[in-house]
């Protein structure tokens, strides 16, 4: 079945350092790919999306580029802050076939720490 | 204004006990879904709703049990409380199946 694997956390930086987490995914069809953050104590908020090979998502200075040859999605920012702590989660929802019914499925998450 | 609501916001309970969490949308979506996230922050569906009818219902125990009573609300009840039901809970919606989903903050749920 579809799935999604992205790397062990936690990750740990320092404010303005580049940051990088991996995403890799497995899927019968053509998903669409998500990036979902979660602070402490909240629910998750959506933080880009692609839904077709070769977009690229991108907000609040985070981007990350749907490689299907890869089948890879790695989010990444160039200058990371304090504010960015969270939990990371990469998600897919495979809409490929007509019976398909939008459930997302989850990486396991990546902690990322920022220090001042 | 909230978009994706939840109560309560934490829930401790004894184990064998019946407990329902409520979730609500005023974003007017047709889409209606629960997940749980483990110990471990693993996110997993559990069910989904389309206008109120049941769309997806992934290998949950019958102690669980969904109800929509309207396109904006969707309910999860739990009988005979478990230690391993022990979670986070969260309520999404979506404008249509398939289209981006918007969460709520979460029930945390412990049972002792």
């Known amino acids: 079945g579809d799935s999604v694997t992205q790397m062990e956390g936690p990750v740990t930086l320092s404010e303005e350092a580049f940051l990088t987490i991996n995403c890799t995914y497995t899927?019968?069809?053509?998903?669409?790919l998500f990036w979902y953050v979660q602070y402490p104590g909240e629910g998750l908020q959506l933080l880009l999306k692609?839904?077709?090979?070769?977009d690229k998502g991108s907000n609040k200075g985070f981007e990350a580029t749907y490689r299907k040859e890869t089948t890879s999605f790695h989010l990444e920012k160039g200058s990371v802050q304090v504010s960015d702590s969270a939990v990371y989660f990469c998600?897919?929802?495979?809409?490929?076939?007509?019976?398909?019914?939008?459930?997302?499925?989850f990486g396991q998450g990546t902690t990322l720490q920022v220090k001042p | 204004d909230t978009a994706v609501s939840q109560t309560p916001k934490y829930l401790v309970t004894q184990m064998g006990n019946d407990k329902s969490i409520k979730c609500e949308q005023n974003?007017?979506?047709?889409?209606m879904y629960w997940y749980k996230q483990d110990s471990k922050k693993f996110l997993k569906i559990m069910f989904s709703?389309?206008?109120?009818?049941?769309?997806i219902n992934e290998t949950v125990p019958n102690r669980f049990s969904p109800k929509s009573p309207d396109k904006a609300h969707l309910n999860l009840h739990i009988n005979s409380l478990e230690l391993g039901d022990s979670a986070v809970y969260f309520c999404?919606?979506?404008?249509?199946?398939?289209?981006?989903?918007?969460f709520g903050p979460g029930t945390r749920l412990l049972v002792l």
């Open positions: 899927a019968t069809g053509y998903p669409s």
């Open positions: 974003l007017g979506h047709d889409t």
């Open positions: 692609a839904t077709k090979a070769d």
């Open positions: 999404a919606s979506s404008q249509r199946q398939r289209e981006t989903q918007y």
């Open positions: 709703y389309n206008n109120k009818e049941l769309i």
């Open positions: 998600a897919l929802s495979d809409d490929t076939w007509a019976g398909n019914t939008g459930k997302l499925i």
